[in-house]
């Protein structure tokens, strides 16, 4: 391995520069990870605001009266029950086994009594239901003692990690929920060289996975290392923006004397922390438009998702709690929680001191990509990263203007695309124009909305038009299955028909050979070989 | 707590602060020091064309939306804004009535037929500009020498007022002993009667590159000062309300074949600095071209667009019909920005070649 030199002692002093990456032999060592920081087209800078957190040590919480844990917290399928009404449970058991290759199980936040298995809102921009498991904790908080992790995980094989990763039930905890055991199994045909860590948090506001890293630096390192032994990857990277110098510190102490691990300090600039935009900064390189990040050689995992697959691997727990960030110029008492899945968001509120009168908008995840809520009764899910309450001072909420087309979003954009006109051809209904303008390669950060003059909410009409050329699309299938029926029902009435005909003439030339018989021979003869070739001409 | 309480809207759900109000009120703010010289050079007759235009503009803006039935818009003070242009444009001692009827024509057949701000096709206070310089050709190029505002020749407060609504200072005198020729006007005509450039811009005329770097020569009330003008485009660009690419492109599109037909024959075609500092080229550049609404939105867009601008600015000037062609330049290209911004799309995120 090269030995890596870092210029400017990066990060302590929240400075940006550049990375260089030598050989000891002198010879410079490109690999994948770019020898100077690389950067993405546009990008915004909101207001952080995480000082309001970024001092609070997480904290747990005292067991609520209730956990009301939703079977579909992540992308995929739903989960399905593996529990019934009145079966006692243990904090690790397993209340939902996953329902189908991208879905994820889901197992019991606490010991206690599963009490219903019933429908109940959850964070969804719809506001539905979903079906929830309902557990009474019996206030033991007792781990099944079955639960055993292993000291060693290395000297387990990598499919015997992921098949433990896989039934702990372990989502991506960014935010994008996305199962980590098929992250980490990785296509035959595909390289993996380098195991990207997000601990960018560039949503404003959150600083969850900032305090984990200060606090737990080294089960970040252990679980660092068993997905590198999962995937046979022999460089990390961790990516941390200049904005968090105590966490950077943190993390640069734990790696200190492991060259293959590197912690690097980034600009801060958001959506740094969207996987693409991480990819493109560390290594230069671009994930192909509806490609997947192993596409380019890179596997990205969130900071948090390290830890939680450490406390999976070593002390076999699945994943039953996640840091929660609560805060906002609307929180009472604003902290870091570490909240049991099933933690009503009341509750949590609550226990952060409540929310002030001038509260506006109570949000699920971070301002830029988070969820706002109908009401506060949902549950925290594996994908809570934050939960806010914005005053009107804090959140945006102005009337919406005609586009001035100033040009402001296609700046902002990470992708490079022309939001202003896709917006206009969503607005409009012009849905067939809207995959020319790359409509599907928007990653709904919001950059563009943030700056726009007009006030025009761009993300919500992209939404509104990925919809609803997804509507389109089925309908088209449906169409192009109905025709295809209905040109097989035409086809099979004209084969019968001529069926039908052919049949016909068969009888009639049976009668007429019948007639034949009975009149003279010599018409007999003249007549048949007619009729014969007629009832023939079908088959030709 | 209750659903009903708690706003429930699409993400993001904070916001940068940027408004159009806040664009239309730094233009605006860029405009004033050149402003303030056109009625410093110009004197009282400047003050009263930009008052009538823009207060025009401004009323012709809310009369009409209010006919429709919405609420009033002069609030985001784009209507003030095309009135302050299009006053920029227009001669110092322009009648009353070309004002009233340019700021008019700039908001009912320049903007509001089209839907208002956002929708319009053209410039509107260029749109406005080309109709009345077509129609009223004498009022439109009648250009009176810089006398100032305090100067001997300057006229009083009470006589601009008396020039702009009846056409002279008191009854029965008429103004033409102190009209001249713009530079741009000076070139052309003489350099067609056979003359060189330098004959031309020399002798009597005694054209100073410092003077019109200045503003101090005859002219459109804010085409004068390139100077004042440039320092309110790097304003305008130090506050992100627009970028380098549609000046800088329109610039070069209009200096490029400047440089190269005056290295062809300095006799016939004159220098580079002094298309740069005479005529309207700096305030399109910088005020006009870059007009939001009808400017292409990506990148390269604009850098064609600016292009554009300048390379037919620079060939009205040289063979066309007027000696400014500015206005008719940004116009014509105005119409070219859909298709501009259909074809210059950027290549996306993961559809260019950084992927191996």
Known sequence: MGLFIDFCGVGRFGLLCHHAVYETNGATRMGIVASVLKKFHGGVHPTGHKELTEHCAIEPMPMPKQLIVPLHQHLGAPSVPAVKVGDKVFKGDLLGT??????????????????????????????????????????????????????????LDPSAIRDRIKGAGIVGLGGATFPSFIKLSPPRDKVVDLLLINAVECEPYLTCDARLMEERPQDVIAGIRIMLHALQTKQCVIGIEANKPKAIAAMEKAVAGQSDIRVVSLPVMYPQGSEKQLIEVVTGRQVPSKGLPVDVGVIVHNVATAVAIRDTIELGRPLVSRIVTVTGG???????????????????????????????????????????????????????????????????GKTEHPCIRCGSCVNACPIQLVPCTMAWFAKTDQIDQLPKVDLFDCIECGSCAYVCPANIPLVHYFRYGKLALQVKDREDKKKALTKQRSQAREERLAREKEEKERKKEEMKAKMAAKKSDAGSSSEAKASSPAASKKASLPEE | MSPSSLSFTSSPHVHGGDSIPRIMHTVILALVPATLLSILVFGWPALWVIVITTLTAVVTEHLLVKLRLRPSPVGDLSAALTGLLLALTLPPHAPWWICVVGGIFAI??????????????????????????????????????????????????????????????????????????????????????????????GGTYAFSYFNATGG?????????????????????????????????????????????????????????????????????????????????????????????????????????????????????????????????????????????
């Open chain 1, 98 to 155: 996953s329902g189908g290759f991208v879905s994820a199980t889901i197992h019991a936040p606490t010991s206690g009594t599963i009490q219903a298995i019933q429908e109940h809102p959850v964070g969804h921009p719809s506001g539905l239901t979903m079906l929830c498991v309902v557990i009474t904790p019996d206030g033991a908080d007792q781990w099944n003692p079955g639960l055993q992790g292993t000291t060693d995980p290395a000297t």
């Open chain 1, 330 to 396: 609307g929180i009472t008492r604003p902290a870091n929680v570490e909240v049991l899945i099933g933690t009503l968001v009341d509750d949590v509120i609550r226990h952060c001191g409540g929310l002030k009168s001038n509260t506006k908008k109570v949000i699920m995840g971070g301002p830029m990509m988070g969820l706002a809520l109908h009401q506060t009764d949902i549950p925290v899910v594996k994908g809570t990263s934050g939960i806010l309450a914005l005053t009107p001072e804090e959140s945006s």
């Open chain 2, 108 to 201: 009912l057949l320049g903007k509001q037929v089209y839907g208002g701000l956002g929708y319009n096709m053209f410039n509107p206070a260029l749109i406005a500009r080309v109709f009345l310089l077509i129609s009223f050709p004498v009022e439109m190029t009648t250009w009176p020498h810089p006398v100032g505002l305090f100067g001997e020749e300057a006229l009083a407060f009470g006589d601009a007022l008396a020039l702009i609504f009846t056409g002279h200072v008191a009854p029965g005198e008429v103004m033409d002993a102190i009209s001249s020729a713009t530079p741009l006007g000076q070139y052309r005509i003489e350099v067609s009667l056979g003359k060189t450039v330098q004959e031309a811009l």
């Open chain 2, 216 to 356: 101090l020569v005859a002219g459109s009330l804010g085409e004068t000062s390139a100077l004042f003008l440039t320092a309110g485009g790097i304003f305008l660009l130090k506050k992100r309300v627009i970028t380098w690419h549609i000046p800088l492109s329109m610039l070069a599109g209009c200096l490029i074949p400047a440089v190269l037909f005056w290295l062809i024959d300095g006799t016939k075609y004159p220098d580079p600095i002094f298309h740069l500092i005479t005529g309207g080229l700096v305030l399109g550049a910088f005020f006009m071209a870059t007009d939001m609404v009808t400017s292409p939105v990506t990148p390269l867009g604009q850098i064609i667009f600016g292009a554009g601008c300048g390379l037919l600015t620079y060939i009205i000037r040289t063979w066309g019909g007027y000696p400014e062609g500015v206005s008719f330049a940004i116009v014509i290209m105005n119409a070219t920005v859909p298709l501009l911004d259909q074809y210059t799309r950027p290549v996306i995120y993961g559809k260019t070649k950084k992927n191996i």
